[in-house]
């Protein structure tokens, strides 16, 4: 989603996020979810009721494809906080997964097959785990699967078993979000000091709303102080870049996610995509052995 005007009404609502997010670091860590054991008790406590789902590409068929997002709040059903990102990342699995069964009953259909992780556009296909995203406020898994009449006859049994919870090992600062190396902060500001941001005084409120949006996200400033940005987009640090560049107007990146990466020396700021260090989301560091996360074409 690139820059567009905001109205006052969403505006404001912009405003009011960026309160409740209490000016913190946004936080996105990665996981792999065992789905066996949420299946399982959805299974037998009737959530399901009678909806077949297989995880794998492997096993998706020709019938309309649904993806769906869960999201999973780090409190209990009486409003106890939950201890960990484990437990909240099974609520979003139950989320989700309740949303499939939901849109297969709409349909007449009796299995969503196929499925597969997709966040940020890019596919995890593991017939065993899904990837979860844990911040402050809930984490989510968004996946994609197809409807069917029923559910293959005889999947294939996991050929080894896999740990209920892995910390996705990759060295990436924001791990499973952006598809390039995110720049370290420079310390020139702190991301919610709006008046050190070197925009003109009628572009703050643009910035504004930009602290509110979701990661990962990018916020560029021209010489003329005018701000872009693109936000929810793996790319989103050289696609502000290269809009800037279609424009012909030099731009640099101020913000990447709610991290000040701007320098007041104009030859250490980063004003190309080519200046952004190579994709390393798909190259893990030492660590626990995990499938390797293909991004489509």
Known sequence: MTWRARTPVTRLLACALALLAGGAHARDTGHLLR????????????????????FG????????????????????????????????????LRDALGKF??????????????????????????????????????????LTGTLADAAPAA????????????DLPFANPTPA???????????????????????????RDLYRDYLAFRNPKAFAIDEQGHGRYVEHARDAMSRVLDRCAQEHVRCWLYAVDD???????????????SQLGDDR????????TVPTARPRS
């Open 177 to 203: 979000a952006h598809g390039r190396v995110v720049p370290p902060a420079t310390g020139f500001a702190d991301a919610t000091d709006l008046a050190a941001v070197p925009l003109n005084p009628g572009q």
């Open 281 to 288: 989301l798909l190259r893990p560091r030492a660590g626990p």
């Open 101 to 142: 069964a939901a849109r297969a009953r709409e349909a007449h259909a009796r299995a969503v097959v196929g499925i597969v992780s997709n966040s940020f556009d890019r596919v995890f296909d593991n017939p065993q785990q899904v990837e979860c995203h844990s911040g402050k406020t809930h984490s989510a898994i968004a």
């Open 57 to 92: 590409a492997s096993s998706a068929g020709d019938g309309p494809t649904v993806a769906v997002e869960g999201l999973g709040r780090p409190y209990g059903p009486r409003g106890e906080p939950l201890p960990d990102d484990e437990a909240t990342c099974r609520n979003a």
């Open 259 to 273: 991290r000040v990466v701007w320098s007041a020396d104009i030859d250490r700021r980063i004003g190309l995509s």
């Open 155 to 166: 999947p294939q049994a996991a050929a080894t078993p896999v740990d209920a919870f892995v």
């Open 35 to 54: 789905v066996t054991d949420v299946v399982e008790q959805m299974q037998r406590d009737g959530s399901l009721d009678g909806v077949a789902v297989v």
